[in-house]
T-cell receptor
């Protein structure tokens, strides 16, 4: 089965706290791609990162970092020193087979309070 | 310049009406998609088009029909609208077909059926 699970429905933190959003995936493919998208209150979907299954090196982009662990089928997203502008719904997604549509998790709503 | 643009942003209509949502991308991409986001924020693929050919047709009602006059446009026509069609519809595009490709999304169209 192809599935993405984001167990955290909502997270609330205070500004400057670090926060980790969890993503667990299931796939029958040996080569696969994982994605994170951000949906701010304005509603658009913003691409954040793509990771392929054969590159386990963690990635950092400013305050954002991603930890990919094949052994646990997880692709977690950490925001360091969170800011109010980070408040959004974050989606983890899996690229499905050769047709390429995205299989999304149910999203995690992050609220960062000042 | 907006890469993927959808019109209208909001659409309010009565049950039984027929409506269309337009989508255009100026990225030169070959593949376009329609996703539906329900009231719980769950995103699910509806259709995708690659070089004007339908390549995915999930189990959506045949009242929904995608139409692509050229590879930069993928419009969504909905006949005989029902209350359950109320949702946010997102158009997306990617450079090519396949799970490795990053999908870029439009801002969404919020459809309300009364």
């Amino acid at each position: 089965a192809q599935k993405v699970t984001q167990a955290q429905t909502e997270i609330s933190v205070v500004e400057k706290e670090d926060v980790t959003l969890d993503c667990v995936y299931e796939t029958r493919d040996t080569t696969y791609y994982l994605f994170w998208y951000k949906q701010p209150p304005s509603g658009e979907l913003v691409f954040l990162i793509r990771r392929n299954s054969f590159d386990e090196q963690n990635e950092i982009s400013g305050r954002y970092s991603w930890n990919f662990q094949k052994s646990t089928s997880s692709f977690n997203f950490t925001i360091t020193a969170s800011q109010v502008v980070d408040s959004a719904v974050y989606f983890c997604a899996l690229g499905d087979g050769s047709q390429g549509n995205l299989i999304f998790g149910k999203g995690t709503k992050l609220s960062v309070k000042p | 310049d907006t890469a993927v643009s959808q019109t209208p942003k909001y659409l309010v209509t009565q049950m039984g009406n027929d409506k269309s949502i337009k989508c255009e991308q100026n990225l030169g991409h070959d593949t376009m998609y329609w996703y539906k986001q329900d009231s719980k924020k769950f995103l699910k693929i509806m259709f995708s088009y690659n070089n004007k050919e339908l390549i995915i047709n999930e189990t959506v009602p045949n009242r929904f029909s995608p139409k692509s006059p050229d590879k930069a446009h993928l419009n969504l026509h909905i006949n005989s609208l029902e209350l359950g069609d109320s949702a946010v519809y997102f158009c997306a595009s990617s450079q090519a077909q396949g799970r490795r490709n990053i999908q870029y999304f439009g801002a969404g169209t919020r459809l309300s059926v009364l």
